[in-house]
């Protein structure tokens, strides 16, 4: 993969905010976004366990999700289409470090409740009743439409980052 496109992968990885998840239960689809931190090939969200998106994924051995930038041209459309699995994440070493990475690149949730947002390991669940999730990539599509062919690719995450 050429210099610029792994570039623009990584750029897509660490700056975009939100990432789409699919799910779907009994033929129903359903699509919900959520603000995500990349770590060690991954992707971590909040959400509330009660959710339909994490309730439709539970009993899931599949689930899809999708990031990308905002484009004002259909040539600059630039993104993954992935598929994978939903996990919950309890294990404090990791949630410490997801939480620190999250409030870092959402700047603004420090601003507004203060540094009780790391201190207290269980803010996000006492504050939005959300817990720590994680989407595992198992396969990942990288789309660019700036290419004249093979505008879609299968692609390592691990080999971007």
């Known amino acids: 993969m050429e210099k610029e496109i792994k570039d623009k992968a990584r750029h897509l990885i660490h700056d975009t905010r939100v990432m789409t998840i699919a799910v779907s239960d009994k033929d129903i689809p359903w699509s919900t976004p959520v603000y995500f931190v990349f770590h060690d090939n991954r992707f971590y969200f909040f959400s509330n ?3 339909r998106h994490i309730n439709w994924a539970k009993n899931r051995k ?4 999708s990031i990308f930038q905002d484009a004002d041209e259909m040539e600059l459309i630039f993104g993954f289409q992935m598929s994978g699995k939903l996990e919950k994440i309890s294990k404090k070493a990791l949630s410490l470090t997801i939480i620190k990475k999250y409030v870092t690149k959402f700047s603004f949730l420090k601003q507004i409740f203060g540094p009780q947002i790391i201190e207290n390991k269980d803010f996000f669940l006492e504050k939005f009743k959300s817990h720590l999730y994680c989407f595992y990539p198992n396969i990942v599509f990288l789309s660019d439409n700036s290419k004249t062919t093979d505008k879609r690719e ?3 995450l691990s080999k971007i980052v």
């Open 49 to 51: 366990e009660k959710s």
């Open 154 to 156: 299968k692609i390592d």
């Open 62 to 65: 599949i689930v899809a999700a």
